[in-house]
């Protein structure tokens, strides 16, 4: 069994992000860069089966700038085989995003297609559904548990606004993974070394026959209201008296 | 030219996200000429749903899809549903025959966690952009959004022929309904869709859903949320008892969920349930900008913290710097007397 695991590279999370002055976008010139968070526990999730026995090969595809080569061998020091790098430096929509991802998924037939539910930057929410419709696979979103079981299925356990739901899918299927599916490891010394070996195969949105073609303009990127800064209360009967409760 | 809406409801009831989408349809409708608003209800023995929308005002159309294989709301079964009705750009009412030429400019719904795994596939299969979690309307194809974690709004323009939006439903207040709920004579019409085939891929299997007798977290008016510093599950006991003193909701941060405290479903933030009541109570969280996401619609925000550089404080109307441990025994006593 093969996984393709999705990788986008964002905004560090622990970065304090800045509206930029001119409100045309956020400030990212020198700001730390990461794994999207959601992205990876995808990672992870994969490499753990593979350890278990139930998938050979895990494959790790990203579509960014040249630097992007950097998250993804953070990636391979998880344990993944090996990496796809889409180069470009444009802005890629969720679309855009989700037909790439169609082509590789057609080039390398996985098993099983697991992202991120959702990137912390643009916080859509929109791409492994959206990957599901092209590929016509069924789609697990949410995951906070994944189980493989005969014939051919994949059980998912989804975090919904009510608790959690159980689906059955049949494979091949597309599965977004939520916060709770696992806790990353931090990759050992010998296994960064290790990565450095993996391969990463290059191209690009034109080499898979996708010409980007994005749909929505931001006109503005604004700060949102500042809440005013509170009081202090010095007891509970003043909080009480002060919310009128 | 039509907006479609897509209701959220449980089969018995619409859900109060779907009067917020209402308001935000209507909002868009003002913005193109000769629009009709469409409602459009999934489900399986869902006529009293029906009964209900035949409530609202301003809905020109009710279409409903009553069959046994929407018991469950699967995005496989869901997206060609939609697909198939935005695409024929029509449907055939069944009674009179009469062919409606209907061009849907819009397709919005909230931003649950049901809407959120559809949308974007009826987008993509329409090959048209998604825009999500919109919290205000501009003109018909300009929307304001959170990104990064709400440390940021974007105002976002479509050129697609047709918009696929999910609503951040706190945004929006609810539309409400006529008083003649459940009224017989309605003039809404109804569409009853003809029956579609199982996409067969995907099936439900089991629902393990929170049962609280407290009022629901996205629409309560006061909510209580409990962090890490509540060291334990039996500690949001005291939680509980204020809830139930306040008439309030229980919310947690992802550490509270993580460790174990609390379900999933409890969880606010960036990844979690938006709110936005009239009271937020925040006990014993730090305030990471992920949790803050989730609270900035709340009109009035409470911290009760023993770190006085919390950055919850930051945001808080009302801080008290003190030991959550003392301080929840004592205002339960208070509301006691008060009561
Ligand atoms: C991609 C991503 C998404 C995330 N999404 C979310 C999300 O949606 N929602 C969310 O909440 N978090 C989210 N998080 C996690 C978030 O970053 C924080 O880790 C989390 O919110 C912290 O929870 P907390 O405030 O309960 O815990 P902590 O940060 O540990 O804070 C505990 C607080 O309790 C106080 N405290 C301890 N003991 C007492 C006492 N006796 N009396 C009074 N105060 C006390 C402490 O002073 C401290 O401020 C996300 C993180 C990532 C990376």
Redesign the interface.
């Known amino acids: 069994m093969k996984i393709l695991v999705a990788v986008k590279r964002v905004?560090d999370?622990k970065v304090?992000?800045r509206?930029k002055a001119d409100e045309t976008g956020?400030e990212t010139a020198n700001v730390k860069m990461a794994i999207n968070p959601f992205c990876e526990i995808a990672i992870e999730q994969a490499v753990r089966f593979k350890e278990q026995g139930s998938v050979d090969e895990v494959v790790l595809v990203c579509i960014g700038p040249k630097e992007a080569d950097v998250q993804l061998r953070a990636g391979l020091a998880f344990g993944a085989d090996r990496a796809i790098l889409i180069r470009t430096d444009e802005e890629v929509?969720?679309?855009d995003v989700?037909k790439i991802l169609h082509k590789i998924v057609q080039e390398e037939l996985p098993d099983v297609v697991l992202l991120g539910?959702?990137a912390?930057?643009?916080?859509?929410?929109?791409?492994?559904?959206?990957?599901?419709?092209?590929t016509n696979?069924?789609?697990?979103?949410?995951a906070?548990n994944i189980v493989f079981s005969v014939p051919n299925t994949v059980?998912v356990t989804?975090?919904?606004?009510?608790?959690?739901?159980?689906?059955?899918?049949?494979l091949p299927?597309v599965i977004t993974v939520?916060?709770?599916l696992n806790i990353p490891r931090y990759a050992s010394l010998p296994n960064i070394m290790k990565a450095k070996r993996k391969v990463i195969t290059m191209t690009s949105p034109v080499s898979l026959g996708v010409s980007l073609s994005p749909?929505?303009?931001?006109?503005?990127?604004?700060?949102?209201p500042v809440?005013?800064?509170?009081?202090?209360?010095a007891?509970?009967?003043e909080?009480?008296d002060?919310?009128q409760? | 030219m039509a907006i479609l809406i897509v209701a959220d409801h449980d089969n018995h009831t619409l859900q109060a996200a779907t009067f917020s989408v209402l308001t935000a349809a209507s909002e868009i409708a003002k913005h193109i000429r000769d629009t009709e608003l469409h409602l459009l209800i999934i489900g399986d023995e869902c006529q009293s749903v029906v009964a209900m929308a035949q409530g609202i005002t301003g809905l020109s159309k009710i279409l409903v899809s009553d069959h046994q294989i929407h018991q469950y709301p699967l995005a496989e079964n869901i997206a060609p549903l939609i697909f198939s009705l935005v695409q024929e750009q029509g449907h055939c009412n069944d009674e009179n025959r009469v062919f409606d030429k209907v061009e849907y400019s819009h397709i919005i719904t909230s931003a649950g966690t049901t809407g959120k795994d559809y949308q974007p596939r009826v987008a993509a299969l329409l090959d048209v952009a998604q825009i999500s979690d919109i919290i205000s309307v501009e003109s018909a194809d300009t929307f304001k959004r959170p990104i990064y974690a709400g440390k940021a709004i974007a105002t976002v323009q479509s050129s697609d022929a047709i918009k696929v939006l999910t609503v951040r439903s706190s945004a929006f207040t609810a539309a409400s309904l006529t008083t003649e709920l459940l009224a017989i004579e309605s003039q809404v019409p109804v569409v009853a869709l003809a029956a579609q085939a199982d996409s067969g891929k995907s099936a439900f299997i089991k629902a393990e859903l929170t049962q609280s007798s407290r009022p629901e977290l996205t629409t309560a008016k006061i909510v209580i949320s409990g962090g890490r510093g509540m060291q334990n599950a039996d500690n949001f006991e005291l939680l509980y008892t204020l809830a139930d003193q306040l008439n309030a909701a229980v919310g947690a941060s992802r550490a509270a969920v993580d460790a174990g405290f609390v379900a999933n479903d409890l969880q606010i933030g960036q990844t979690g349930k938006i709110v936005a009541p009239e009271l937020y109570i925040a006990v014993g969280i730090s305030g990471a900008i992920q949790h803050v996401a989730g609270i900035t619609g709340s009109k009035v925000i409470v911290a009760i913290n023993n770190d006085p550089d919390a950055p919850i404080f930051d945001v808080a109307d009302y801080c008290l710097v003190a030991d959550l441990f003392e301080v929840l025994p004592e205002l339960i006593a208070v509301l006691k007397v008060k009561d």
């Open positions: 905004v999370h304090n992000v509206v956020i929509q969720s679309l989700a539910k959702q912390i930057d643009t916080d859509n929410n929109q791409t492994g559904q959206m990957l599901a419709a092209l696979m069924p789609q697990g979103t949410f906070s059980k989804r975090e919904v606004d009510g608790g959690l739901v159980t689906l059955a899918l049949s299927a939520d916060l709770r749909r929505l303009t931001t006109l503005k990127v604004e700060s949102p809440r005013q800064a509170g009081v202090k209360v007891d509970v009967a909080l009480v002060k919310l409760l």
